[in-house]
C-alpha cells in the first residue's frame, strides 16, 4: 500500500487531504535446476559418448536465495553441480576419455523473454571440467522450455526442458518457486 497526505496553501486557505492506494506486487521466484544428457553417436571412424547429470539453484544476480521478477531481472545460477564422463573411441586411435565436473569459474546463463503471452526460457550450459585429455571436446547445450505467461504468480511453475532425437537425450528442467 501507498499512503501519502497532500497540503495544498494558497489565499483562498489550506487544504489537506490523505491519500491510500493497494498496490499489487510483483510476484518474484527462485528455482531449482536438474537435467540429465545422454549422447550416443557412432559411425564414421569415432563414436562419442557423453552422459552428465547438471544441478544448481537460479537466483537474483544479487546472491544465493535472492527471489527475482521473470521478466525484469537476470538471474543467475549458484551451487552448481556437474557429475558424469565422455568417451571418444576411435580406429585408428587416440580417443579420449574423460570425467566431468562443475567448473568453479562458470555458470550457466538462463534468459527469460516473452512472446504473444509465451514465456520462453533458455539455459546456455556452462562449459563442463575435464579431468583428463584436452583433446576431448565435450559438447555443451542450449536448453529451452517455454510457459503460459498468465502463470506468472502461481507457487511453482514448472519449466520442461525435455528433447529427444536419435542422438541426444535430454530430460529434466527448471522448477520456479514464488516468494513472498
Known amino acids: 500500500m501507498v499512503k501519502g497526505t497532500l497540503r495544498v ?86 580417443g579420449c576419455s574423460s570425467q566431468l565436473s562443475d567448473d568453479p569459474d562458470t555458470t550457466a546463463f538462463v534468459s527469460f523473454s516473452v512472446q504473444d503471452g509465451t514465456v520462453f526460457v533458455s539455459l546456455d550450459e556452462p562449459p563442463l571440467k575435464q579431468t583428463a585429455d584436452p583433446h576431448c571436446r565435450v559438447h555443451t547445450f542450449t536448453l529451452s522450455g517455454s510457459f503460459p505467461q498468465s502463470m506468472i504468480g502461481e507457487e511453482t511453475i514448472p519449466i520442461d526442458f525435455s528433447y529427444q532425437d536419435s542422438q541426444v537425450t535430454i530430460s529434466g528442467g527448471i522448477t520456479l518457486h514464488r516468494v513472498y
Not at 499489487?24 to 527462485?30: A, F, L, N, Q, S
Not at 544479487?62 to 521473470?70: A, E, K
Not at 521478466?71 to 557429475?83: I, K, N
Open 9 to 94: 496553501t494558497s489565499r483562498a486557505g489550506i487544504a489537506q487531504a490523505d491519500w491510500a492506494q493497494e498496490t499489487e506486487d510483483k510476484p518474484v521466484y527462485v528455482g531449482d535446476i536438474h537435467y540429465t544428457t545422454s549422447v550416443d553417436t557412432s559411425g564414421g571412424q569415432c563414436s562419442e559418448h557423453d552422459q552428465h547429470s547438471y544441478s544448481a539453484t537460479l537466483a537474483d544476480s544479487g546472491g544465493p536465495g535472492q527471489p527475482f521478477d521473470i521478466l525484469e531481472s537476470f538471474p543467475r545460477t549458484y551451487g552448481e553441480s556437474v557429475s558424469g564422463s565422455y568417451d571418444l573411441e576411435c580406429n585408428p586411435p587416440p
